[in-house]
């Protein structure tokens, strides 16, 4: 893997707002959908074309992908449980190379802190704060791993 792109959900409805569903079940608010358009857009202007979007099995994450994925049709999808914030990172980054496979570039979508997390571990730095509907962007010189990424771009969409 050459890029790993680590995006948060958008901003999404309370619980309470979501009704009985619980956490997993949350939805992306109107403000969320418009948030991954532009995270989405910004991308694709970065000329960014991922092979993979792996997404997190909670329904916020889930829209997201699809948001994203107009805007990549050709990118295979992969709902990781890994994402969902109770794994180890080695674990998580682990499961991220494997559904990426041999894909040069993949797009991946979870929740904060995890995404920040994952993102300091592998920059070898403390990792930033993903705002919803945020992105950064990671060149990889040698595969997915500790020592070889470097931040290519932060990009936080306007805040709602």
């Known amino acids: 893997m050459k890029e790993l792109i680590l995006m948060r959900h958008g901003l999404a409805l309370s619980a309470r707002e979501s009704g009985p569903r619980g956490d997993a079940g949350r939805k992306l608010?109107?403000?969320?959908?418009?948030?991954?358009?532009?995270?989405?857009?910004?991308?694709?202007?970065?000329?960014?074309?991922?092979?993979?979007?792996?997404?997190?099995?909670?329904?916020?994450?889930?829209?997201?992908?699809?948001?994203?994925?107009?805007?990549?049709?050709t990118a295979r999808r992969v709902i990781e449980p890994a994402l969902i914030s109770m794994f180890p990172l080695s674990e998580i980054v682990n499961s991220i190379a494997k559904a990426a496979g041999d894909e040069p570039s993949a797009l991946v979508i979870g929740h904060q802190p995890t995404m920040g997390s994952l993102c300091g571990l592998l920059l070898k730095a403390d990792g930033p704060h993903f705002s919803t509907g945020s992105f950064a962007r990671l060149k990889c010189s040698d595969g997915l791993g500790y020592e070889n990424a470097e931040l290519a771009e932060l990009f936080t969409p306007e805040s709602f």
């Open 29 to 73: 608010s109107q403000d969320g959908e418009v948030q991954i358009e532009i995270s989405s857009k910004r991308l694709k202007e970065l000329g960014v074309s991922p092979g993979v979007i792996i997404s997190s099995p909670f329904l916020r994450a889930m829209e997201t992908a699809d948001i994203a994925a107009k805007h990549f049709p």
